[in-house]
């Protein structure tokens, strides 16, 4: 049992460039969740998916695209890096809204 | 006015000492309350949950919980250097059962 899977661990990026951070869970919950952690920020809510097939915004959305491919996965789109996008991303599960579990995080860092 | 406040720390603690970790909030509707504990480099990871007013004790842990003084807190029983981390406190804003809003968290150093 895995938990909350996430790839890649690490990424740096071109501004401009694209890339999409892939995030599993094997623990059957409903809701997924994608997070930024920034220095002296905490923990700040992308996007999130109560169920398969429903994706909302968070607190910080812009910039972001997400796909809820089934129960499992739940992905994390950039489509046009920025330096401001410089983070650790986290993506987390819950059954249905109670305790959320945390994957281990990506480390982006855009020049 | 900031949704879920803690002091940011350091709280340094002598190891076998209690810890007391404090969180306040400004939405009298949350209903769901999480302290996490991140080690540096590291994600979060849930040490408790509560959800009604009083305390709930698990191992050296105990969550307090006074609704009518926006308030939860984190007592950490016989310290442990293994304790040092940063504590965050997560709140459930704004009326929805999924947004989870995090405080900034508390740095916790237990010394030997």
């Given amino acids: 049992n895995a938990g909350v899977t996430q790839t890649p661990k690490f990424q740096v990026l071109k501004t401009g460039q694209s890339m999409t951070l892939q995030c599993a869970q094997d623990m059957n919950h409903n809701s997924m969740y994608w997070y930024r952690q920034d220095p002296g920020m905490g923990l700040r809510l992308i996007y999130y998916s109560a169920s398969e097939g429903t994706t909302d915004k968070g607190e910080v959305p812009n910039g972001y695209n997400v796909s809820r491919l089934n129960k499992r996965e739940f992905s994390l789109r950039l489509e046009s890096a920025a330096p401001s996008q410089t983070s650790v991303y986290f993506c987390a599960s819950s059954v249905l809204s109670y305790e959320q579990y945390f994957g281990p995080g990506t480390r982006l860092t855009v020049t | ?112």
């Avoid at chain 2, 400004?26 to 504990?37: A, H, K, L, P, V």
């Avoid at chain 2, 009604?52 to 004790?57: A, F, I, Y």
């Avoid at chain 2, 050296?60 to 965050?88: E, M």
């Fill in chain 2, 1 to 112: 006015q900031k949704e879920v406040e803690q002091n940011s720390g350091p709280l340094s603690v002598p190891e076998g000492a209690i810890a007391s970790l404090n969180c306040t909030y400004s939405d009298r509707g949350s209903q769901s309350f999480f302290w996490y504990r991140q080690y540096s480099g590291k994600s979060p990871e849930l040490i408790m949950s509560i959800y009604s007013n009083g305390d709930k004790e698990d191992g050296r842990f105990t969550a307090q919980l006074n609704k009518a003084s926006q308030y939860v807190s984190l007592l950490i029983r016989d310290s442990q250097p293994s304790d040092s981390a940063t504590y965050l406190c997560a709140v459930n804003i704004g009326g929805s059962n999924y947004k989870l809003t995090f405080g900034k968290g508390t740095l916790l150093t237990v010394n030997p």
